[in-house]
């Protein structure tokens, strides 16, 4: 397995599922961030998801269900399809920018 910044070719997101904004946070006008680590196969499938920050608890498994429909692009490393260890903050904004910018 690698870090991301030790492949080649770093994934590329492919498909995003954007998650689903709480609407408890949402009515009390809660903004936050998560930030979701995992490890991306061969296939490029996200897989072995966690929390690694969040700025409410209330935004992870919102998170966790989204990220893990996710799929990317390998990463390579010497033309190879390699596993990679990958992070990605998903914002969760009022201003009518959607979760996952």
């Known amino acids: ?3 991301i910044s030790k492949v080649d070719q770093i994934p590329v997101a492919l498909t995003r ?3 689903v904004y709480p609407a ?12 979701a680590g ?3 196969d061969e296939l490029g499938k996200v ?5 690694v920050s969040s700025t409410d608890h209330g935004f992870e498994q919102a998170t966790l269900d989204a990220l893990g429909q996710w799929t990317f692009s390998p990463g390579l490393k010497d033309g190879r399809p390699v596993k990679v260890r990958m992070s990605v903050p998903i914002v969760f904004s009022l201003n009518g920018e959607k979760p996952g910018n």
């Open 24 to 35: 408890s946070l949402r009515k009390a006008k809660v903004e936050g961030t998560v930030i």
């Open 17 to 19: 599922v954007v998650p």
């Open 47 to 51: 897989g072995d998801l966690q929390v």
């Open 38 to 40: 995992f490890v991306l």
């Open 1 to 3: 397995m690698f870090d």
